[in-house]
């Protein structure tokens, strides 16, 4: 395994390579077999068990790039989140959770935790008393999310750390917006470390996987409860997803420059209410980000002063109204119909995600070109509103 001490690109490239003994080919051989021999093997493989050559050697790439000791790779960002959750969670015991998550997430708690017994609560705020006054005798797992989806708040790894070692609980983190390139959470004593490996190690689109990296204790009780919910991914798409790592940090770099350029821009346009970037001096936790993140990722949140969000997005030309995040294309939407549709109006209030909010994905394309586009899609809509006065 690759030290972790080499560089961001080091690693996306060579970390977990899996070599081509056979015929010394510059990329990773793909091995299709769903049946592998079991008699005088060192490894019964079998793709359910996440210990097929691809499967075993993206593995690696993931737990060098996390500065963990072991990782699995799932179907899905949300198979790893509720694999990982169920892993150390049983009946009759509690998890306490950050109150700003992925929608998927928090439905998955309040639709699914009851069913099993396990009961649960979300932190007040995002402090460390906050999380403290939650945690009961029962208490195992202590769940944040840093930036969060999609207002952006940012949690103390290390405070949540030090809580979670102090009463005995494993500590987790979905570390999707910022991935392995912003931000490296095991470095600040976050046990279990998860991904969407759909967004940015994806980041064309085109891939849908997830990940979780953590010591190989931790994994080995993860992968327990994994080999039997059957959440693994095929070796084709793991391929694949290997391949789109090794430009991860070349493209993460660019949606930072971008997302920065264009979060300044917004602030200071008249028909821009608010805006949701850790890189903004005015953030409120923009001092927590620099001590804890290499770049403030390619992700913001906006709100529009006085104009129609939904017109707006109808108006835009090249920035795409996608779902998802985190693809070499730019794109935006809207959380209440999307990401965080599955929460009550009530409990989306209750985060502050507003209707007029949107989530705009920065890709690598040229800034100029971005605001271009933004700049004439208000311009329309401003003529629209006008017209529906008149």
């Keep these: 395994m690759i030290k972790k001490e080499q560089g961001i690109n080091t690693l996306c490239t060579h970390a977990g390579e899996l070599k081509d003994q056979q015929f010394k080919g510059a990329v990773s051989p793909l091995y299709m077999s769903t049946s592998y021999a079991f008699e005088d093997v060192e490894v019964k493989r079998y793709p359910r068990y996440f210990n097929t050559p691809n499967q075993q050697a993206l593995a690696l790439k993931m737990a060098a790039l996390e500065h963990g000791e072991a990782a ?69 797992v202590i769940y944040i999310e840093t930036p969060s989806n999609p207002l952006l708040t940012i949690t103390d790894m290390e405070a949540v750390a030090g809580l979670a070692k102090k009463h005995g609980l494993v500590s987790m983190i979905d570390n999707t917006f910022a991935s392995p390139v912003n931000q490296n959470p095991v470095d600040f004593g976050i046990d279990v470390v998860i991904h969407s490996a759909t967004k940015y ?60 350029r264009m979060a300044e821009f917004l602030e200071q346009h008249e028909f821009v209410a608010k805006v949701y970037y850790p890189g903004l001096k005015s953030h409120p936790d923009h001092e927590l980000a620099k001590r804890q993140m290499k770049g403030f990722g390619g992700m913001l949140s906006f709100e529009l002063k006085g104009l129609d969000a939904a017109v707006f997005m109808k108006y835009l030309k090249l920035i795409k109204p ?64 006008l017209d529906v006065r008149i």
């Design 201 to 260: 190690m994806g980041g064309h689109s085109d891939i849908l996987a997830g990940t979780v990296i953590s010591s190989e204790e931790k994994i080995d009780t993860i992968f327990q409860m994994a080999k039997n919910f059957g959440g693994s991914l095929s070796d084709f798409t793991v391929w694949l997803l290997e391949r789109s790592i090794k430009t991860m940090g070349i493209r993460v770099k660019t949606q930072n420059e971008n997302a920065q």
């Design 72 to 140: 699995l790779i799932f179907g899905s960002g949300m198979a790893a989140v509720s694999t990982s959750l169920m892993a150390f969670l049983h009946k009759g015991d509690h998890v306490v959770l950050q109150k700003t998550l992925y929608g998927g997430t928090s439905n998955l708690v309040v639709e699914e935790f009851k069913k099993f017994g396990i009961e649960f609560s979300f932190a007040k705020d995002l402090s460390a008393e906050a999380f403290e006054k939650e945690i009961r005798k029962n208490t195992k």
């Design 322 to 385: 996608s779902m998802s995040l985190a693809g070499v294309e730019s794109t935006i939407l809207s959380p209440t119909k999307t990401s965080h549709a599955l929460l009550t109006p009530e409990e989306r209030e209750e985060q502050g995600i507003s209707d007029g909010l949107m989530r705009f994905s920065v890709g690598i394309e040229e800034p100029e070109d971005l605001i271009a586009d933004i700049e004439q899609a208000l311009e329309e809509t401003r003529k629209d509103m």
